[in-house]
């Protein structure tokens, strides 16, 4: 079956400009994951959606990051005034229930800030 | 708070020899286990977990890795490697109980594994 997918792929972005990126989880599963990956911090997680809420956003790095998941499925992570700290790949991950499920990662989104 | 240090940050090794990628965690009464693989320019492939059980682990394309509390470790090895393993692995630990009842997870720096024919 279908694997987690994001979108964009790739993103280039001028300093100060807003983005979205898209997380498709699998069907059917209702925890969502986002996480960064940079090459100064490595891999850290952002936030964590149960259904449609967000139970932790202790990973979200600044008030510019905001997240939202829509229908329990889409999630759409959100950078405003982007800043070049923010060139970083983004992942999303999903899995069928919270607790010790195996998680389940997309391609990621690659993004920089120029 | 949880962490994971992974000792290698590049280990370089020949096609069909062994290799063992180190992992430790900060200790905890109850922690998860885990070992992902990442290819260039893909997403993480979960290798392997830990969860409760035999404190050894076998996973996908011949890994194991085994579950020391002692030494709060989990190290990764593979007794024959292939090119094909090229990869970075990353190791990485949750709890449950601590972060709420989900499966957040703390990764370690990685290990980048480079075989070489």
């Known amino acids: 079956g279908a694997g987690v997918s994001q979108s964009p792929s790739n993103k280039v972005t001028e300093k100060g400009k807003d983005v979205e990126l898209r997380c498709d989880p699998i069907s059917g599963h209702t925890a969502l994951y986002w996480y960064r990956q940079s090459l100064g911090q490595g891999l850290e997680f952002l936030i964590y959606?149960?259904?449609?809420?967000?139970?932790?956003k202790s990973g979200l790095p600044s008030d510019r990051f905001s997240a939202e998941r829509t229908g329990g499925s889409v999630s759409t992570l959100t950078i405003q005034r982007t800043q070049q700290e923010d060139s970083a790949v983004y992942l999303c991950?999903?899995?069928?229930?919270?607790?010790?499920?195996?998680?389940?990662f997309g391609p990621g989104t690659r993004l920089l800030v120029l | 708070a949880q962490s994971v240090t992974q000792l290698d940050s590049q280990v370089p090794v020949f096609e069909e020899a062994p290799v063992e990628l180190r992992c430790n965690y900060s200790s905890s009464v109850s922690v998860y286990l885990f070992w992902y693989v990442q290819y260039p320019n893909q997403g993480l492939q979960l290798l392997l977990k830990y969860l409760s059980g035999s404190t050894l682990v076998k996973g996908i394309n011949g890994f194991e890795a085994e579950f020391n509390k002692s030494q709060t470790s989990f190290h990764l090895r593979k007794p024959s490697v292939h090119i094909s393993d090229t990869a970075e692995y990353f190791c990485a630990v949750s709890d449950p109980a601590f972060s709420g009842g989900y499966n957040k997870l703390i990764f370690g720096a990685g290990t980048r594994l480079a075989v070489h024919p």
């Open positions: 959606f149960q259904g449609n809420s967000a139970p932790d």
């Open positions: 991950a999903s899995s069928p229930a919270q607790g010790i499920e195996t998680q389940y």
